[in-house]
């Protein structure tokens, strides 16, 4: 089933193209940034960090990298390390919507 699931996100993420994460972060619906910012808020802030910065036990969400959207994808379905896999509790588009959170950060909310 993991795998389905990735696969599907992988599509859905492929679907968006691969233009500039700017542009891609920028012409986010205003509901995907809001649907990202609640996921984060209630499943990942309490290991991340409620900025997404500088948690002590977890990656600095403020300095991943945004060209490697694969690898987000990757960690949030599969887990890695610490990090439990999410790929059975979150739909491909609830993973979607935290990249384009993770992306636009806080300046969004």
């Known amino acids: 089933m993991g795998c389905i699931r990735t696969f599907a996100v992988a599509l859905l993420f492929a679907s968006t193209g691969g ?3 700017n542009a891609q972060a920028q012409s986010s619906p205003p509901e995907q940034i809001k ?22 036990w977890a990656i600095d969400l403020g300095t991943f990298p945004r060209d490697e ?11 890695v390390r610490n990090m439990p896999p999410w790929g ?16 636009t950060g806080e300046k969004s909310n």
Do not use: Q
């Open 88 to 103: 059975d509790m979150l739909k491909p588009e609830d993973i979607a919507a935290l990249w384009t959170y993770l992306l």
């Open 35 to 56: 649907r990202g910012s609640e996921l984060y808020a209630t499943n990942c802030a309490v290991c991340h960090g409620n900025n997404m910065k500088n948690p002590p």
């Open 69 to 79: 959207r694969a690898r987000f994808l990757d960690s949030v379905t599969n887990g």
């Open 19 to 21: 233009g500039a994460l």
